[in-house]
């Protein structure tokens, strides 16, 4: 059964930043070829892709909404990624979920959330004007 434990959601004004990191917890995650982690946020009944990295190329992708702003990264054990979020806007306000699938494009593109087959428990993220 894989599993996704995350961290580092709070509170912070606007224009601060805030780090979330997501561990699989998985036997032999990172054996796999070609993993993908990803970040969503909650957007009324559906999440919406923010970040994706291919935990074996580092290779990534973001939503137009965050660029330029967030960075998604991974350690060098390929079993933890990161998501740096600087200039926080009230907008970013959300809970976060980290989301794995074990085969993906060597250079990812950020897909549907049924894409994914293993979720966290979700991090909540509140910025306030």
């Known amino acids: 059964q894989g599993q996704l434990a995350e961290s580092g959601g709070g509170s912070v004004q606007a224009g601060g930043s805030l780090r979330l990191s997501c561990t699989a917890t998985f036997d032999h995650f990172r054996t796999y070829t070609s993993p993908c982690m990803a970040w969503f946020r909650q957007d009324s009944d559906k999440r919406e892709g923010v970040a994706v990295i291919?935990?074996?190329?580092?290779?990534?992708d973001y939503a137009d909404s965050v660029k330029g702003r967030f960075t998604i990264s991974r350690d060098t054990a390929r079993t933890t990624v990161f998501l740096q979020m600087d200039g926080l806007k009230p907008e970013d306000t959300s809970k976060y979920y980290c989301a794995a699938m074990l085969s993906c494009d060597w250079s990812p593109r950020l897909r549907a959330e049924y894409e994914y087959l293993y979720w966290g428990q979700g991090t909540q993220v509140t910025v306030s004007a």
């Open positions: 291919n935990t074996r190329s580092g290779s990534a």
